[in-house]
């Protein structure tokens, strides 16, 4: 499910909404004063992204304990494109695919 930034026209604060079904999206409130008078925001969330993206901007994630299990790491991957909704490449897909059978990429093997 894609997640839409939003801007309050009457308090100025940004809501990040989960858009569940198109009905959700057509009323879209503030979440910090519930008004209606928001407006769609052109954010980063939109664009697509490329799995060094994600890690860049997730990369302190990389030092918790649970990343050391392989199949863990392909959990983490998952969560985080599912957070954007992006579909994950080929090429991660096989990544993860390859750490749960034990094979560590070497860029994640800390
Ligand atoms: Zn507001």
Known sequence: MPIYEYRCEDCAKDSSIL??????????????CGSAKVSR???????????????????????????????????????RFEQFGVDLPKSTRDLIDSARDGVLPPELDI
């Open 19 to 32: 858009v569940r079904s198109p009905k959700t999206a057509a009323a879209p409130q503030c979440e910090h």
């Open 41 to 79: 925001k052109i954010s980063a969330v939109a664009r697509k992204r490329s799995v060094g993206d994600v890690v860049g901007e997730y990369g302190s994630d990389l030092g918790g304990g649970s990343i050391r299990d392989p199949r863990q790491v392909g959990h983490w991957v998952e969560k």
